[in-house]
């Protein structure tokens, strides 16, 4: 048994497939920030890559079959993509490398408590609209 199969939770996620309008863009987005979360480059392909941690990996890919060429997280579908962070310090810092990298910082009137008082939160928008959410339960 390989160790994926042991960690391997029936129900959890195996995988998340994003189709993006730009590769090199979505790289540049979420490469640097997946591997800072500790993913590994698991796959890479013309029209796509895909980063794993632990069982679960996020596909990123340029299909063909596009039939749109901007992703509308207020539409039906994804909203956003949630990660746990360990400290409210780290999201900090997470936050200010993603705006460095290009990402928006959401919700500017309510952070780092967009999400509630009882979390550590930052809401992050990449350029091509996709949403995600470092959050870390540390309040300290």
């Given at each position: 048994?390989?160790?994926?199969?042991?960690?391997?939770?029936?129900?959890?996620?195996?995988?998340?497939?994003?189709?993006?309008?730009?590769?090199?863009?979505?790289?540049?987005?979420?490469?640097?920030?997946?591997?800072?979360?500790?993913?590994?480059l698991?796959?890479s392909?013309?029209?796509?890559?895909?980063?794993?941690?632990?069982?679960?990996?996020?596909?990123?890919?340029?299909?063909?079959?596009?039939?749109?060429?901007?992703?509308?997280?207020?539409?039906?579908?994804?909203?956003?993509?949630?990660?746990?962070?360990?400290?409210?310090?780290?999201?900090?810092?997470?936050?200010?490398?993603?705006?460095?990298?290009?990402?928006?910082?959401?919700?500017?009137?309510?952070?780092?408590?967009?999400?509630?008082?009882?979390?550590?939160?930052?809401?992050?928008?990449?350029?091509?609209?996709?949403?995600?959410?470092?959050?870390?339960?540390d309040?300290?």
């Amino acid at each position: 048994m390989t160790e994926d199969q042991n960690l391997s939770v029936s129900g959890t996620l195996h995988h998340v497939e994003i189709w993006v309008p730009d590769l090199p863009r979505a790289i540049a987005d979420w490469g640097w920030l997946l591997e800072d979360l500790g993913y590994t480059l698991h796959q890479s392909w013309e029209h796509g890559r895909s980063w794993k941690l632990g069982p679960t990996y996020l596909v990123f890919e340029q299909s063909p079959a596009l039939t749109a060429t901007r992703h509308d997280r207020c539409a039906p579908g994804l909203n956003h993509l949630a990660f746990h962070i360990e400290t409210a310090e780290r999201v900090d810092l997470l936050t200010a490398k993603a705006q460095e990298n290009g990402w928006t910082l959401l919700f500017t009137d309510r952070h780092p408590h967009a999400g509630g008082t009882h979390q550590h939160s930052a809401y992050l928008e990449s350029r091509d609209r996709f949403e995600i959410e470092l959050v870390s339960t540390d309040t300290a």
